[in-house]
């Protein structure tokens, strides 16, 4: 059984940092893309970074418009683990953010294999 689990959201002033963690279980995570969803009340989940999978030379990072500039996405595949730092966070960041693992490479949700429950992300103004 895959399970994704998201935790380091809570609540943070505008202009702060939080650094989100999803450990995997239950798939072979060094052959899985990771990436990073948002969701906002009333709105579509939407991408936000998306980082691929070892078997390309190198890493490849992926960062929607709006958080280029502000997000760093990593992995550790001894931990089975995916991070997004997220800094200069802005009210317009809140929404519950959500691990995502595909074995496509994909930042459409629609393609997703597996979720993970979602951390909330709060930034107050």
């Known amino acids: 059984q895959v399970q994704l689990v998201e935790s380091g959201g809570g609540l943070v002033q505008a202009g702060g940092s939080l650094r989100l963690s999803c450990v995997a279980s239950?798939?072979?995570?060094?052959?899985?893309?990771m990436g990073w969803f948002r969701q906002a009340p009333g709105k579509e989940r939407e991408f936000v970074s998306r980082i691929t999978w070892s078997a390309y030379s190198a890493y490849r990072t992926y960062y929607a418009d709006s958080m280029k500039g502000r997000a760093t996405i990593a992995r550790d595949n001894s931990k089975n683990t995916v991070y997004l730092q997220m800094n200069s966070l802005k009210p317009e960041d809140t929404a519950v953010y959500y691990c995502?693992?595909?074995?496509?490479?994909?930042?459409?949700?629609?393609?997703?294999?597996?979720w993970g429950q979602g951390t909330q992300v709060t930034v107050s103004s």
């Open positions: 239950g798939l072979t995570f060094s052959r899985y893309h």
């Open positions: 995502a693992a595909s074995e496509a490479a994909t930042a459409l949700s629609r393609d997703i294999d597996y």
